[in-house]
């Protein structure tokens, strides 16, 4: 790791303050609700109201389509500042937030390199997707942020265990014979707690959850292997089977904590669903089997939505920004024009997602070449953001949305931080070969950053001239 600890945190604050700053400055604009806030903030409100998604119509339980965690979340922000704007965005801010300073410490720790670790940092700060879904209360940047921590937790658990079993090597322990001392390991179970979470913001995060447990497993296996142990892969599953299955248990329980209210509330959507269809409900089961049918009617729900919707795009499309996404549009005035245009667009900063193809191209390079771990992490954590939309996209047509990609971002990021590290060049480098490497990563990074700029006013609801709104067009209708 880089010696300069105490001054990295330092770096990191400052990249965490101009992020913050670009989220908070103007938050309550658009006024009202824009997009699902309308669903999202609402249901936060009737959770502090009624500690469970309300109908006022019926004045009963409502029937949701997401897991509760992230209306919680968006709630605490209602609760501290009021049902206002402010209040039902605030957390998203803060969600992210944290996510840039999670990247830019998992992004030093990988690359060793607190430089490669703020870049990372401020791409994202500088993303316009990252900063669109900061600043607006829908569920998929709590989504991002659960995922993201879980992963980088993860990683702490794979530097935990190789210490371990270098620490045998160094006392002279044959891995033959031997184990290291195993204590619990508490950076696996952080990431089961996390990836719980995520799961209780949206079901999306069950491909991360199945990555957890591979990459889990073969990281384990892995550090055997480099230890010298005979038969790395049958050890691992041995000696790990039972905190994997901890995970597991750690990830269940955190995932039906979320729905505390619903099984506290007897008004909740299909709370007595064996009761109302003239069945026993014993204690404890009884909830569970009722909780079970619930989240059959939500799968059938996902399942059957096919509506064709004019903002929709298929997997294929997102890294080419095909089809961004509309928040708020108005034509009101003033702007010191005839017609003006005023538009929150969640559109990721096409200097950036442009880049992320070719710098998932250098990744599975390097992965290949260089048998380097970090290339397969960042391929395959991007991958399970994208690719398991496919099946949807074939087997039933649902509609989706250039949302859904917001998982895969961070990963995404860190494929463009490691494709700008191989243009920087090992330390083993020439001091010119260094320094032309840096001048043009640095060159890039400020092309992004005025690429952000110019479509600041779309990110933000800035009422312009319509004229400049269209020039913003770049590919025409598909982002009209």
């Known amino acids: 790791m880089p010696a300069d600890g105490p001054a990295s945190w330092l770096f990191t604050a400052a990249v965490a303050a101009v992020a913050a700053l670009l989220r908070l400055v103007g938050l309550a604009h658009p006024k009202g609700k824009i997009f699902d806030e309308i669903y999202y903030a609402t249901d936060a409100h009737n959770l502090l109201l009624h500690g469970v998604e309300w109908d006022d119509k019926t004045d009963s339980g409502s029937f949701i389509a997401h897991p509760p965690l992230g209306k919680w979340i968006i709630g605490v922000g209602e609760l501290l500042f009021g049902n206002n704007e402010t209040g039902w965005r605030i957390m998203s801010v803060v969600a992210g937030v944290v996510s840039v300073v999670i990247l830019v410490r998992l992004a030093r720790r990988m690359f060793r390199s607190t430089l490669l670790g703020c870049t990372a940092g401020l791409l994202m700060t500088l993303d316009g997707m990252a900063f669109v879904s900061s600043r607006v209360a829908l569920l998929d940047i709590f989504l991002m942020m659960f995922v993201l921590a879980a992963f980088a937790c993860l990683v702490m658990d794979r530097e935990a265990v190789r210490a371990r079993w270098l620490g045998l090597l160094e006392r002279g322990g044959d891995p033959a014979t031997e184990r290291p001392a195993h204590g619990v390991p508490w950076w696996r179970l952080a990431a089961a707690v996390l990836l719980g979470a995520g799961m209780a913001v949206k079901w999306s995060a069950v491909w991360y959850i199945l990555l957890f447990f591979v990459l889990a497993y073969v990281w384990d296996a892995h550090a055997r292997r480099a230890a010298g142990v005979r038969h790395p892969w049958r050890d691992a599953i041995l000696d790990e089977f039972g905190w994997l299955l901890a995970s597991l248990g750690v990830i269940v329980v955190v995932y039906l904590a979320a729905w505390s209210g619903w099984f506290a509330n007897d008004h909740s959507w299909d709370r007595h669903w064996l009761r109302d269809h003239h069945m026993p409900e014993p204690p404890v089961i009884g909830a569970l089997v009722n909780l079970f049918e619930y989240h059959r009617d939500i799968l ?58 070719p710098a998932l191209g250098a990744t599975a390079w390097w992965a290949i070449a260089k048998r380097d771990w970090r290339g397969w992490f960042v391929l395959v954590g991007a991958a399970m953001g994208i690719v398991p939309w496919l099946y949807y996209q074939f087997s039933d047509h649902r509609t989706m949305f250039y949302f859904y990609a917001l998982p895969a971002e961070p990963f995404l990021v860190l494929a463009v931080t490691m494709a700008l590290g191989m243009v920087i060049g090992p330390r083993t480098a020439t001091a010119e070969r260094r320094l032309v490497g840096a001048l043009v990563a640095g060159g890039y990074v400020a092309i992004v950053a005025l690429c952000f700029l110019y479509f600041y006013p779309l990110y933000v609801g800035e009422t312009i001239p319509y004229s400049d709104w269209f020039a913003r067009m770049w590919l025409g209708n598909k982002w009209i």
């Open 300 to 357: 059938a729900f996902h399942t059957g939505l096919t509506t064709k919707h004019g903002y929709q795009s298929w997997p294929l499309q997102w890294l080419t920004l095909a089809r961004p996404v509309s928040y708020y549009y108005s034509a009101n005035g003033p702007c010191g024009s005839n017609q003006c245009a005023a538009e929150v667009l969640l559109l990721g900063t096409p200097a950036l997602w442009w880049a992320f193809v």
